[in-house]
């Protein structure tokens, strides 16, 4: 029993290919523009090959990726969504979610996905 709930907890989501349905790809950026901010972002799937990350980003309407920072390691790959978010935007995954595509430049393989500054 405590094994299942070990194996809950260090679930990651399964390798798929892209989706039917278009997914925007952000532009790669080496940080942030005036104006920009981190926002926060949870991991939807990696496809097969470990270099097209799908990430989720919570709050819907009220935030819009511009691009993403990916920044590589021996032992991780850390990545930074930067964009705009309105004052009042919840910080939590409240209401509806958008999907969008961050290419990375190496294949993800065993090391951790971590999530840059916010």
Do not use: F, K, Y
Not at 14 to 31: E, I, T
Not at 55 to 84: F, K, N, S
């Amino acid at each position: 029993m405590a094994v299942a709930a070990l194996a809950a907890c260090t679930h990651q989501a399964p390798p798929v290919d892209r989706p039917s349905a278009p997914v925007p790809v952000l532009s790669p950026m080496s940080g942030p523009a005036p104006g920009l901010v981190s926002l926060p972002w949870r991991q939807s799937s990696m496809d097969s090959t470990g270099r097209h990350l799908l990430v989720e980003l919570p709050g819907g309407a009220c935030r819009r990726a511009t691009g993403a920072q990916v920044d590589t390691g021996p032992a991780q790959l850390t990545v930074t969504i930067w964009g705009v978010a309105s004052s009042d935007c919840p910080t939590t995954g409240v209401g509806v979610s958008t999907i969008v595509g961050v290419d990375l430049p190496e294949p993800l393989g065993s090391r951790r996905l971590v999530h840059g500054a916010t």
